[in-house]
């Protein structure tokens, strides 16, 4: 039996409210002790200096296989989402074909095997091929894998159909993901509504565009006792609205990306595609309210919102760009950034929404240092600076408003089921310390 | 007689310092003014029967026309040729781009052509920005999806001074679809900067978010403000960028916001009358107006030439100084 010790570290391990220096001590991939006087053990990593925590997990990444594996593998995003310290990650099943049926779900199984990289969690379609008609056999797609069911970037319009969507998940106590978005409003648009849109001629996506849908579908929650989540809530009155849901016993969750907690509307102006995202960046005082929502807990989870595309598809009219950055490998130093850095979140909180809270929202046994856990954890050092270099990313595509950004806090080792799946590369390694 | 080649006087292009015209947001007064007096400058050289300058001999002038346009383009050809430059002419119908190419490698085809300055329309905000971080070219831009069409502001802005006299104090409102309207945006930016009041004005459902930031006064009710305007500039309403129904009917249009001979005897006695076109008769503006005394429309497309002529000349020698 090998014997692994992370030792030196700040453990910190939001699911036991646990905060302070330790060893962990993990034997067949599962988590045996932890505590000051462990060890030796007969490999031993030196976590001096880091923050040792439970893996991160995305409860929605897009990975383009099958289909377009140009911008992105099952291979090619597990191994960015390993560099970013996510040990598990859920897969929108936006892929063509969708996957809205079981082999569908197993095929992307297979794929995750073959690649060994980190955990994958297939999201079933809601509906068949995404188009908001018929339900997706979401039975048989539980039997195949999936955790969660979702139409993607495509909201399901026909409120009949939601209803029933959730009346049927409930069946099975899974959630629905839902883009809140009315599809009418939000057509053929580049970006959010407002001043800089009207300065800059682009079409606008209204905020309302957004929290009517989030009022509609909090409706159907209420009235069926389905499970709603809400990906990548952007607006103000959208996070007011899931907290008064919340107070009056919803089963509602929420996540927020950390692109629109780092950039506004205002990015635009370049005409850069590269912020042109789904939902739009909002302006500033959208940002605040969803700080606020993270702080009190409106906001369950942070995502990366994963949308890889190569570079050709990027470059050119920004009207005709598709929507999306690439965002497993820079979610940590981005909300490094906006939330630890001006103390909006405490680190316990932050690792929270990457680790217990989106664990629970997709109802997987990951997310903890409990003894007894397989040991899937992310060894970060949180002051080392560096500079992000998009031609260094593991992802098949660049597409990144955060290129040349600098930065703290970098991803060290990455063990998935007591195996080290990742550690950065010593050249890469600077020691510039904040 | 005055010989039909002639220099112009590089007063004005040496104080010019960009290399790019992307629209009138970047602009100072200083440099409006400039393009203006440049203007002027060629138009009084025709009045003595000069019509063509050897300025510009030797470089070549790209016109790419990623849509389809009439006038600008004709314009700014024509505006190449009063300045001997060579021209290449692109449309995007027929081109390329029906391959797969994308727009910034076939501007950059063009390029390699040995251009030094390329006149781009797209129909995509952005557009000219874009190919002026690809190109080493000079870019003009000849009007950007729903975003800026600076010579056409500036076109507007000349009439107006020459009409007027000046900008300053005076009440200009852009009526029609000011929500898809490149004109309205150069325009507002423009004639704020020389210090006119500006009204916009037309359906509410036409009218963009927070437009009132950028200086304007907004409203709806077109008969409350005719009286206050010194110059009424009718835009035309952008059926092909619109989707969906912003108002009832065309018809309806017309009675609420289509200028006529009863809203013009309402009007200050000297009010001028301005539309970039192409007009829609009988919808902005009725034929009275139109071909009437206040009418400016066929002196906008004289000035048109001139304001393209002054922008090529000043923007080629951006960095000779």
């Known amino acids: 039996m090998t014997r692994l010790l992370i030792h030196s570290g700040r453990v910190i391990d939001p699911a036991r409210g646990f905060d302070q220096p330790a060893n962990v001590l993990i034997e067949n991939g599962v988590i045996t002790e932890i505590g000051d006087n462990i060890g030796p053990g ?69 794929q995750a095997g073959r690649a060994n990289n980190c955990r994958v969690f297939p999201l079933g379609a809601v509906t068949k091929n995404h188009e908001g008609q018929e339900l997706a056999e979401i039975g048989q797609l539980l039997e195949g894998g999936a955790v969660a069911f979702t139409d993607a970037k495509r909201p399901i319009a026909n409120a009949e159909i939601m209803r029933r969507a959730l009346e049927y ?93 780092a950039l506004t509307d205002v990015s635009l102006t370049e005409f850069d595609a590269n912020y042109k995202v789904d939902p739009p960046l909002r302006s500033r005082e959208h940002i605040a309210e969803l700080i606020v ?67 629970k929202i997709l109802q997987i046994d990951h997310g903890t240092l409990a003894v007894g856990a397989a040991a899937d954890v992310t060894v970060f050092d949180p002051n080392e600076q560096w500079t992000i270099d998009p031609q260094a990313f593991h992802s098949h595509s660049r597409n990144t408003p955060f290129g040349g950004w600098e930065v703290r806090g970098r991803v060290k080792h990455v063990l998935v089921g007591g195996e080290v799946r990742f550690q950065l590369d010593p050249t890469q390694q600077e020691t510039t310390h904040v | 007689m005055t ?47 000069v019509t063509k300058t050897k300025w510009l001999m030797g470089t070549v002038v790209a016109n790419l026309f990623f849509e389809p346009s009439t006038r600008t383009r004709t314009s700014f050809s024509l505006a190449a040729k009063r300045l001997s430059a060579d021209t290449v ?31 781009v329309r797209h129909q995509t905000p952005g557009a000219p920005h874009i190919l002026a971080k690809e190109l080493d070219a000079g870019v003009l831009n000849a009007g950007d999806g729903t975003h ?89 309403v952008q059926f092909e960028r619109q989707r969906g129904a912003f108002f009832p009917s065309i018809r309806e249009y017309a009675h609420l916001f289509g200028m006529n001979g009863d809203r013009l005897r309402r009007a200050k006695q000297d009010v001028l009358i301005l539309a970039p076109g192409p007009i829609n008769r009988g919808v902005e503006i009725t034929p009275e107006v139109a071909d009437g005394p206040h009418s400016a429309i066929l002196d906008q497309v004289t000035n048109g030439l001139l304001i393209r002529m002054a922008c090529l000349y000043l923007l080629s020698g951006w960095n000779s100084n």
């Open chain 1, 42 to 110: 007969d490999r031993e990593i030196d976590a001096s200096g880091c923050i040792v925590c439970p893996g991160f997990i995305d409860t929605h990444v897009a990975f383009r296989e099958p289909g377009t594996e140009d911008d992105e593998s099952v291979a090619s995003g597990t191994a960015a989402a390993l560099a970013g310290g996510f040990t598990s990650v859920a897969c929108l099943p936006d892929t063509s074909p969708v996957v809205d049926n079981r082999a569908s779900a197993e095929f992307l199984l297979l």
């Open chain 1, 169 to 261: 998940t409930a069946m099975f106590d899974r959630s629905i993901f839902e883009h809140p978005q009315v599809p009418e409003m939000a057509a053929d648009g580049v970006m959010h509504e407002g001043y800089v849109s009207t300065l800059l001629g682009l079409r606008g996506i209204p905020a309302a565009a957004e929290h009517i849908m989030v009022s509609r579908d909090l409706s159907l929650a209420a009235l069926t006792r389905g499970r709603l989540h809400l990906m990548s809530v952007s607006v103000r009155r959208s996070i007011q609205q899931i907290r008064d849901a919340k107070e009056n016993q919803i089963q509602v969750t929420c996540d927020v990306t950390p692109h629109h907690l």
């Open chain 1, 293 to 359: 929502g993270l702080k009190d807990g409106t906001v369950d989870a942070i995502s990366s919102d994963h949308q890889p595309y190569t570079e050709e598809s990027k470059t050119g009219e920004v009207d005709l760009a598709p929507a999306g950055i690439v965002g497993l490998e820079t979610v940590l130093p981005i909300c490094i950034r906006t939330l630890i850095e001006p103390n909006h979140l405490t680190w316990m909180e932050l690792i929270a929404k990457l680790t217990v809270g989106p664990a």
């Open chain 2, 3 to 49: 010989a039909p080649y002639s220099e112009p006087d590089p007063h004005f292009r040496r104080q010019w310092h960009r290399k790019h015209l992307l629209g009138l947001q970047d602009l100072t007064a200083e440099e409006i003014n400039l393009i203006l007096d440049q203007a002027a400058a060629f138009k009084a050289m025709a009045a003595e029967g």
């Open chain 2, 89 to 119: 002419d692109f449309s995007a119908a027929g081109s390329s781009l029906s391959k797969g190419e994308t727009f910034i490698d076939t501007a950059r085809t063009i390029e390699a052509m040995g251009v030094s300055q390329v006149v």
């Open chain 2, 148 to 236: 800026e069409h600076p010579t056409q502001g500036l076109l507007d802005i000349f009439t107006i001074r020459e009409k007027l006299g000046s900008l300053e104090g005076k009440t200009v409102t852009l009526v029609g679809d000011i929500r898809h309207s490149r004109v309205a945006r150069s325009n507002i930016w423009g004639l704020k900067k020389l210090g006119a009041r500006v009204i916009v004005c037309g359906p509410a459902t036409l009218i963009p978010s927070q437009i009132e930031e950028l200086g304007v006064e907004v409203a709806t009710d077109f008969d409350s403000i005719v009286p206050e305007c010194d110059c009424i500039n009718l835009l035309r």
